[in-house]
Nanobody, 124 residues
């Protein structure tokens, strides 16, 4: 069982930056691939980024490539999402998710554990 708690969301102007954190409970964090997803009002949950258990491989949705960076610190049971050059269309609730095993995934159905989400609002 893995419990996830996100933090770091907030209100920022376009062009600004935020860093989201996701703290995981349990001793198996380093055995999980991690992902970040987001959901805007009236829209389906969207994949944002994913990282392998050891952190050697990352993958992003095209719309955030070059602006967002996913990373993890297994000693701290934490995964991060550094978001730079934020745009109004990045406004959403951001969720972290855990997927047991070595491989990453972009489909939300392949993640077993989810956090409660943190709101990110980007003003124009």
């Amino acid at each position: 069982q893995v419990q996830l708690v996100e933090s770091g969301g907030g209100l920022v102007q376009a062009g600004g930056s935020l860093r989201l954190s996701c703290l995981a409970s349990g001793r198996t964090f380093s055995a999980n691939a991690m992902g970040w997803f987001r959901q805007a009002p009236g829209k389906e949950r969207q994949f944002v980024a994913t990282i392998t258990p050891g952190g050697s491989f990352t993958y992003y949705v095209d719309s955030v490539k070059g602006r967002f960076t996913i990373s993890r610190d297994n000693a701290k049971n934490t995964v991060y999402l550094q978001m730079n050059s934020l745009k109004p269309e990045d406004t959403a609730v951001y969720y972290c998710a855990a997927r047991p095993g070595r491989t990453t995934a972009t489909n939300s159905n392949e993640y077993n554990y989810w956090g409660q989400g943190t709101q990110v609002t980007v003003s124009s």
